[in-house]
């Protein structure tokens, strides 16, 4: 098993910037798939981000294409979100999440979770 926990995420204003971190630590970081996904209040868990394993394949939802960008450094476990441009409606907490076998962009196709972090944008 798989223990993932974020951090960075925070208050910030409309059009600011934040970096959220997921550290893994367990079984083999590297070998996996890693997953972005949000929850707003009231709302279904969405999909954000998916990188694959070697970074070569990475999608995005629409909604945040060519605001957010999703990298790992398997080297230190970690999994990052750069989120620029933010918008009210990013607001969320925001988990990420191992792929269970292949990529996805389903929570479905995820098996372990960190806590979350809340990420909080001001008008």
């Known amino acids: 098993q798989v223990q993932l926990v974020e951090s960075g995420g925070g208050l910030v204003q409309a059009g600011g910037s934040l970096r959220l971190s997921c550290a893994a630590s367990g079984r083999t970081f590297s070998s996996y798939s890693m997953g972005w996904f949000r929850q707003a209040p009231g709302k279904e868990r969405e999909f954000v981000a998916v990188?694959?394993?070697?970074?070569?394949?990475?999608y995005y939802a629409d909604s945040v294409k060519g605001r957010f960008t999703i990298s790992r450094d398997n080297g230190k476990n970690t999994l990052y979100l750069q989120m620029n441009s933010l918008k009210p409606e990013d607001t969320a907490v925001y988990y990420c999440?191992?792929?269970?076998?292949?990529?996805?962009?389903?929570?479905?196709?995820?098996?372990?979770w960190g806590q979350g972090t809340q990420v909080t944008v001001s008008s």
């Open positions: 999440a191992v792929a269970r076998l292949k990529i996805s962009r389903e929570p479905a196709g995820f098996g372990s």
């Open positions: 990188i694959s394993w070697t970074g070569g394949t990475i």
